[in-house]
């Protein structure tokens, strides 16, 4: 028999509606807040132990550092030092790069309240499915028992990334998931031993292994390599230069073009995040063509000028490169083999034809997340799509999105399920902005 928890609307006078958050990352934990101080009920359903915290602040590595600084990292649209306030607490700098396991801990305080305030509930269960019921949303949970809610929203993150086909007979010296028990033991291994390692992909996550390694007091060599070999840029001051939106070309080949000219005139980091107020907007009025040129072609470019890593971190990895002991390329892998002395990879480097081979002790999988919603894994997800109760977007890196975040009836998705719609839509200041919205949606909508 199935053992169903009823949420909906409580005897309670002080609460108008309840709802159903499956994922308690960042965005499932900002909008349970949102919703809180709203008076709205919510339970948030968290599947692999991250309650307030998700991928990104769970890790409890302090060489782990924010790529965005202190003073842009609060919850609340409306109180923008409250994040600093709580760093300052603990000798940062508002300008400064908090460690992220700190922020985490933000992150979990503030569901914390939400809970003790009685206007959340944590449920440690992995959601599997969601179907409408008279009305109203029953989830699915792993265990059988299922929540009953008014209205569901999506907040599952990133979606694992797809196996490399090239790694198929790597065995378990090719680690998948980055941030999984694997990655740490085997950094653990690669530090006692000093064996090479060798990462496929060279952005954010790469440079999370890198400092992993370091941290861990591996001294052996790592190559990182990506198709085009690009790292990302390190954050500096600069003057800002603010634009206007009717300043800005709406078209994607003048838009870069427009880019490089002003990136001359004011710096590149001046001209890049002047756009970040525009960046939806701007994204939203390119075609379907333009977005798929974007990615294809512009997108490993954009990310590691806009996706800055913190100065100190930036000269970790500067210092690395110049002792040799980190090495990043332009090249694709073309097949990799287990061996009984380590994992034996060939390369090939961009614009050349012969083929490399090296030896590692572990190779790492930094490409990112999955590209196609379609071959997600996650069940809730499989289950939706599959029932055509959600669909994806134009692009299918996401999920078809009406008004803000609404994906279906009583039904919203935040952060990167809507990355399609606004590209932007991943960083805590977008995410809290989304949230809020989220949140006004559902009280209209639920006091109807
Ligand atoms: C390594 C890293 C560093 C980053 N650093 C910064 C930074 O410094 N500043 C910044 O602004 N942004 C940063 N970001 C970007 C951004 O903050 C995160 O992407 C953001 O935290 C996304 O939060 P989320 O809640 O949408 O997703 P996630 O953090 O992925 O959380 C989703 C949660 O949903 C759960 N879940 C998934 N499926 C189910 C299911 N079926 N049932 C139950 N639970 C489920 C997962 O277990 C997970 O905990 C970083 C991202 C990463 C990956």
Known sequence: M?????????????????????????????????????????????????????????????????????????????????????????????????????????????????????????????????????????????????????????????????????????????????????????????????????????????????????????????????RRGLIPRSHADFEPAPIRSSDLPANLRALFRWLRRRSAEVGWRAAVDSLRPHSQPLWRGLSRDEQRTFLRHVRPWWDVHRHRIAPDVAVTVARLIGEGRLEVLAARIVGAREREHGLEVDFRRRGGSAVQSGTFGYAFSCIGPLHSITRTKDLLLRNLLDSGQVRPDRLGIGLEVEGTARVGEHLWAMGPLTKGRYWEIIAVPDIRDQAGAVADDIERELSR
């Open 2 to 226: 199935l053992r169903t928890r009823r949420i909906g609307l409580t005897t309670r006078s002080d609460r108008k509606s309840s709802v159903a958050i499956v994922g308690g990352g960042a965005s499932g934990t900002i909008l349970a807040a949102q919703l809180a101080r709203r008076g709205i009920e919510s339970v948030v359903i968290e599947g692999r132990g991250r309650a307030g915290r998700g991928i990104a602040y769970s890790t409890t590595e302090p060489a782990h550092l924010l790529n965005v600084r202190a003073e842009g990292m609060s919850a609340w649209a409306g109180e923008p030092d409250h994040f600093v306030k709580r760093f300052e607490r603990d000798g940062g700098e508002r300008r400064g790069f908090a460690e992220r396991r700190l922020f985490g801990r933000y992150l979990r305080e503030i569901l914390d309240e939400a809970v003790a305030s009685g206007g959340a509930e944590v449920i440690e269960r992995t959601a599997v499915r969601a179907d409408r019921d008279r009305g109203r949303w029953r989830i699915g949970l792993g265990d059988g028992s299922s929540v009953e809610a008014q209205a569901l929203v999506l907040a599952v993150g990133n979606q694992e990334p797809e196996p490399l086909s090239a790694f198929a007979g790597a065995g378990h010296r090719f680690i998948r998931n980055p941030w999984g028990d694997d990655a740490r033991a085997a950094v653990a291994e690669l530090a006692a031993t000093g064996e090479a390692a060798l990462l496929v992909g060279t952005g954010l996550t790469m440079v999370d292994l890198v400092l992993s390694l370091e941290a861990a007091g591996h001294r052996g060599k790592i190559i990182a390599l990506s």
